[in-house]
């Protein structure tokens, strides 16, 4: 009867700690900090008014299950508002900060100059910020590279941004300022855009050292793995650069992904997908390749139960793993009740109670 109380136990026990774990498996939110910024009165400007940024900041607010949301509506300087913000928190070395604004913004291809302000007799000092700008409801632009370089200052330990605005060109020249207009950059139609992979060997505004290049490291790492996938380029490189210490230039990409229109996308092959026998326990990298031979023509039909075999599959293949997972922790806490049980009733109370009624 003993036994059997221990049993019923250790079984309250179990379904308890799955609780924990599953409960652990939530993200705190503790240590994380968001600051949001919605403008959409843009009176005494050139913009117009926006209405969809009240649906934006009540989205995001109960989307930011943070321990602290700041919301700022209708900044006229938004660079004032975030070094508000910056200076506030400066001090407390956040988990994670994240950045949302909604409102208008602009890719600044106006380079407004001051024939006063002058680097030397031939080269004028721009006055306003340039490239991906985001516009204060005064009409005041804050450069998204300065929006980094300021909230990085509160040395969180990730920093995300999520910039919901326009990024065409050009901003309307006002008063009797000056300006330079920036070579025409012809936008690139959103169907190109999916086809188009750029990987930089170094990041913004950093030189790419002559030793030690992207294109060996890139060659290296081709060489020890066989074909990698696309996506995997990028953290692959800066790995093997960071195994060897090597800390001054890191590689990035530019790509955009709906779906896993570059999921299976092979480097340096494209038609080929194949794993090396290395697959890690993680429900994402098993993919199911769905492509069909050369020369055969697919029906919607077909298509059709492709994808719903592809999804099945990976479906399966999450449910495994998250199994595989609960197995281990189930095996773990059996034998630590094995243990338990030994050392209440000893490791030789059968063998002994054997003897005992033989006597």
């Known amino acids: 009867f003993g036994i059997f109380t ?3 136990n250790w079984s309250t026990v179990v379904r ?5 774990r599953q409960a652990r498996v939530k993200i705190t939110s503790e240590g994380m900090k968001a600051l949001i910024i919605l403008n959409g009165d843009y009176s005494g400007t050139s913009q117009k008014n926006l209405l969809g940024v009240n649906a934006d900041g009540e989205c995001m607010r109960i989307m930011m299950k943070y321990s602290e949301v700041e919301i700022v509506r209708n900044a006229l300087d938004i660079e004032k508002a975030v070094k508000k913000y910056c200076e506030e928190h400066k001090d407390t070395k956040p988990k994670r900060i994240h950045f949302h604004y909604s409102g208008h ?3 600044s291809d106006m380079v407004q100059i001051d024939p006063s302000q002058m680097i030397d007799e031939k080269t004028f000092l721009g006055v306003n910020p340039t490239g991906g700008c985001m516009i204060g409801c005064s009409g005041e632009l804050y450069s998204v590279h300065d929006l980094k370089i300021e909230l990085l200052k509160c040395n969180p330990d990730k920093l995300t941004l999520t910039l919901d605005c326009c990024r065409s060109s050009g901003m309307p020249q006002r008063g009797n300022e000056r300006y330079v207009k920036l070579r025409h950059k012809e936008p690139i139609k959103i169907a190109d855009q999916l086809k ?3 990987i930089y060997g170094t990041s913004d505004l950093h030189t790419a050292r002559d030793a030690n290049t992207f294109t060996q490291e890139l060659f ?4 020890e793995m066989g074909e990698i996938s696309i996506l995997q380029i990028v953290s692959k490189v800066n790995k093997s650069w960071q195994d060897r210490f090597i800390f001054h230039q890191i590689c990035k990409h530019d790509i955009i992904e709906a779906g896993d229109n570059w999921k299976c996308y092979m480097w340096p092959n494209p038609d080929s997908f194949k794993s090396n026998g290395n697959v890690e326990n993680d429900a994402d990298t098993m993919i ?3 492509q069909e031979d050369d020369g055969q023509e697919d029906t919607g039909e ?5 994808k719903e075999l592809k999804d099945t599959v990976n479906f399966l293949m999450k449910e495994f793993v998250a199994f595989k997972s609960e197995a281990h922790a189930f095996k773990t806490e059996a034998n630590a009740f094995k243990t338990e ?5 000893g490791h030789d109370g059968a063998r002994n109670r054997k003897k005992n009624k033989k006597t």
């Open 6 to 8: 221990e049993l019923k």
């Open 16 to 20: 308890n700690s799955r609780k924990d």
């Open 105 to 107: 913004g602009v890719e």
């Open 196 to 198: 188009i992979a750029v």
């Open 220 to 223: 290296k790492v081709s060489q």
């Open 288 to 290: 199911v390749d769905t």
């Open 302 to 306: 077909e298509m059709r139960n492709m």
């Open 341 to 345: 049980v030994g050392e209440m009733y």
